[in-house]
């Protein structure tokens, strides 16, 4: 690995956001206008900084009459989750809508079937109890990425007990509905008015896998995946993103027990996962990045690993459809 | 010792070798290096190990140190069947 010859620290993360958001609004135009054809741009509206960005742009690029927000909580969304999209939409003077997507979660059985997975290694987890999903310290030891799950009974007692690949495959399976039908709503309300879906990872949820296929996963165009969750800030206070967005930790906002990204996926602060991230794509040498970043370069080692070990097991999330064979009529290149 | 490499190799080869054979791989082959066995696939060998050998496995136990070879996991199940099989000894000369 290559050892850069510049002294590498946070500033490595710094953009020039005028020049950036230049960029941005005229990929943006292109993409949407001419490439995708569409008249405007969808937006799914969660209260955190990545929608908030992505739609701000969006709304610079497109006009913000052509830029439609949805806001879809469901029984386990925080509050503020609505009240802060709310807030951003008045700011950039954009349309929106709520779709409170808890009655179609009930039917699908995606609560039910939660829980039926919890109650497998929680048998008394029930009505009242909230619950959450959680990984092990993964930086300052050595241990495998296997899940438990927090739960909290009414009266306040908490347990947290390992789960077993069945029922850590079912409780994600029985989350995901969420996601997917938020994508669905998106998608319905995007061809009623002829516009384009916006996805809004950032480089480490789209680099990392940190998405569900089909659901957060799927979008026309992705404005922000390339740029740096640090860097995605840097832009949401440039493009007058609201102090209370700027401020919120990033959270989930999927499981009723409040849960960090840091706790669910990404085993470090965000700052520090940027910098382990930009590190490793730029051969930065380990024993730097740990400088840096403010570990120990076997810390900093460990980071690397996951890093690859994400990257392998979320490959197929990327993956269009396999074909047997080409079908060459079928261009998606243009 | 050999029997237990023998039985957990028949189940990676029953479960997560997709294609017909007996699998390309020694019981020293490190798992993370080949990706035979991933996190996923670890939870599911950590299952059937707690079930067949009766142990109980702590989450800090839960390594690559343990973990990452047939050969380790033997091991491991071994060391935790003898520490469990002194414990019933030590029980019943109490009693």
Redesign the interface.
Known sequence: MKTSLSKFSPNVLDIDCAKVTAVLEESIREIVFHRLRKKGAVVGLSGGIDSSVTAAICGRALGKDRVFGIMMPENDSSGDSLNLARLLADVLGIKTTVEDIGPTLEVLGCYQRRDDAIRKVIPEYGHGWKSKIVL?NLVE??????Y?VVAQSPSGEMKKV????EA??EVVAATNFKQRIRKTLEYHHAERLWYAVAGTPNRQEYAQGFFVKNGDGSADFKPIAHLYKTQVYQLGGYLGVPEEILRRPPTTDTYSLEQSQEEFYFALPLDQMDLCLYGKNNGVAPDEVATAVGLSTEKVQRVFAMID?KL??TRYLHLPPQLIEPVSEVDVTH | MQQLEQEVRQFIIDNFVFENGNGSFSNEDSFLETGLVDSMSIMTLVEFVKEKYAISIEDEELVPDHWDSVSRIASFVQSRRGLVEASQQNVADGA
């Open positions: 092990p030891s050595s241990q495998y990425a296997i438990s390992r789960l077993t690949a850590y495959l070990s392998h097991s």
